[in-house]
């Protein structure tokens, strides 16, 4: 069995990778990745340097993961500053470590692909140690201190524990679309005063004159894409007082590659475009991503970034929306609390008692906080 690490996605063919991973989740496709390297969003003076993972056995592929070496951990959503702090405080290296995921993205989904081939849990499993033994093999003389691999579903997650990345476990806040025919009839299942309370948010954003209009596929123009990006550019220096991870070429050429896979929320005012969101979507899930706008309006987030939506989902029959990472106001407008998976490997005998021991009481809290937010769900009892 042969591990290799390619230092550009492009070093393996579109048609190898994509037929490999099989999916039309749109953030591990060749082309998505691609849009990121060609773009100079993910390079080694951003912190993003490709080490792409493929395994092959008799010449014929059998495995690919993305992989990154980092020399931060911004862009991850997975927060391991403490570590880091804690590595630096006893005169230790935690950079560089290895990052398999996809950069700027907490979407769970596809991360470690097998071929068809591979049958059953037991040559997944064999597979992934010869892995992580090619990256001991590998990285040992360049002291990585870990590697780590974000936002996987949970049956990879599994197999990952089984071979000693420990699992750790965070919460999102996704909504699920029960063959709703409306968005009033999703509003339905509310209890009565949640249900006032979300009509009274829809109604403030009317009241304020603004109207909202959904574009997506080969409809969005380069001039709104351009507006767009203005709008996310100012959102993240108003919020963090630094640019946004993505540039505005990434976006051009997300028009140009990757447009059957778009969908933006508009808002309008007095026939302008005042703020915009910009999702991805595949045959099954919406994915809220980026949002932006040039002043702040009553519930116009809200609106933007859930209710319309929502709205999209049920009206194409779409099954998931995941609006992106962290919200706990998610919760009293439908978004239920769902776990996200990540595992860890850190080589420090002593770090890593330290890290899994914290790993396992995170996951006691996190299982209690999750069971204390579902009892805040604003669904009547026979919706549950």
């Known amino acids: 069995m042969d591990v290799k690490f390619l230092q550009s ?3 393996i063919s579109a048609a190898d990778w994509n037929t490999l ?3 039309d989740y749109p953030f591990i496709q060749h082309e998505f990745l691609f849009l990121l390297e060609s773009s100079g969003c993910t390079q080694r003076a951003t912190g993003w340097d490709p080490c792409h993972i493929i395994v092959s056995d008799n010449d014929q592929l059998i495995a690919a993961m993305p992989s990154y070496i980092k020399t931060h951990s911004y862009g991850e959503y997975v927060f391991d500053w403490a570590w880091a702090n804690a590595y630096q405080q006893h005169g230790l290296n935690y950079y560089p470590k290895l990052l398999s995921a996809i950069p700027f993205t907490p979407a769970t989904g596809p991360r470690l692909a097998f071929a068809k081939t591979v049958d059953g849990g037991e ?3 064999n597979i992934i140690r010869h892995i992580d033994q090619a990256i001991r093999d590998k990285f040992n003389s360049q002291s990585l201190s870990s590697w780590h691999l ?4 949970a049956e990879l997650s599994s197999l990952l524990e089984q071979c000693q990345w420990e699992q750790r476990i965070g919460i999102q806040y996704h909504w699920f679309n029960r063959n709703y025919a409306s968005f009033d009839n999703f509003l339905d299942s509310f209890k009565s005063r949640k249900r006032k309370t979300v009509r009274k948010e829809r109604e403030a954003v009317a009241k304020q004159d603004i109207s909202m209009r959904i574009v997506s596929d080969d409809n969005i123009s380069k001039e709104l894409m351009s507006k767009f990006y203005r709008f996310y550019h100012l959102t993240y220096l108003k919020r963090s007082g630094q640019q946004g991870y993505l540039n505005l070429r990434f976006f051009q050429l997300l028009l140009s590659k990757m447009s059957s896979n778009l969908v933006m929320i508009c808002a309008i005012k007095d026939e302008v475009l005042i703020g915009a969101a910009l999702c991805f979507k595949d045959s099954t899930t919406l994915y809220g991503r980026y949002w932006g ?3 702040e309006y009553d519930f116009l987030h809200f609106e933007a970034c859930y209710y319309q939506g929502i709205e999209y989902c049920i009206d194409t029959g779409l099954q998931r929306f995941d609006p992106g990472a962290q919200g706990e106001h998610k919760i009293p407008r439908g978004f239920e609390p769902t776990k996200t998976y990540s595992n860890h490997v850190i080589l420090n005998k002593e770090f890593q ?3 899994n021991h914290f790993i396992q009481e995170e996951r006691l809290q996190i299982t209690a906080y999750s069971e204390q937010l579902s009892k805040s ?4 009892e026979s919706h549950i």
């Open 353 to 355: 008692q330290a890290i």
């Open 123 to 125: 040559e997944k499993i």
């Open 9 to 11: 996605i492009n070093d």
């Open 150 to 153: 974000l936002f996987p579903d």
């Open 377 to 380: 769900l604003p669904f009547k």
């Open 21 to 23: 991973f099989n999916t």
């Open 293 to 295: 706008c040039d002043q």
